[in-house]
């Protein structure tokens, strides 16, 4: 029987939200990186919050960063609260999620992670 534990996001600092300080991909902020092996999964929620007065896109490398192949893009409207990103996905392997936006320093990442063992 498969077993959850709920997590912080791995490069949150006591839970807190993650600041994206990159513009480009060779800038990217790791998020978190994924249980090793390949018969558990972290599944991981994130939501961004942009702390601006413009919209600013938010580009995330999900377990690679080859552009259209693991890239998942939002546009974060400016300070409107909590805004979900990832509901949810799997990931495993010890694959990263990294992320970095059009504007550094003004999206925050937040989030949590289920950790399933099987």
Do not use: C
């Not at 077993?3 to 060779?26: C, H, P, W």
């Not at 939501?47 to 999900?62: G, I, M, P, R």
């Not at 937040?110 to 950790?115: E, L, P, Q, S």
Request: proline letters at 2%; hydrophobic letters at 45%; a neutral charge.
């Amino acid at each position: 029987m498969a077993t959850f534990s709920k997590r912080k996001l791995e490069s949150s600092t006591d839970g807190k939200a993650i600041k994206v300080t990159g513009v480009n991909t060779g800038a990217a902020v790791t998020v978190h990186t994924a249980v090793s092996g390949t018969t558990n999964f972290d599944e991981i929620w994130i939501y961004a919050n942009n702390t601006s007065a413009s919209s600013v896109k938010l580009t995330l490398e999900w377990g690679t960063a080859t552009a259209a192949d693991g890239n998942i893009e939002v546009t974060v409207q400016p300070e409107a609260g909590l805004v979900t990103v990832i509901p949810g996905l799997l990931l495993q392997n010890s694959l990263t999620v990294k992320a970095f936006a059009g504007t550094a320093d003004v999206i925050l990442i937040t989030g949590f992670v289920n950790r399933i063992t099987a």
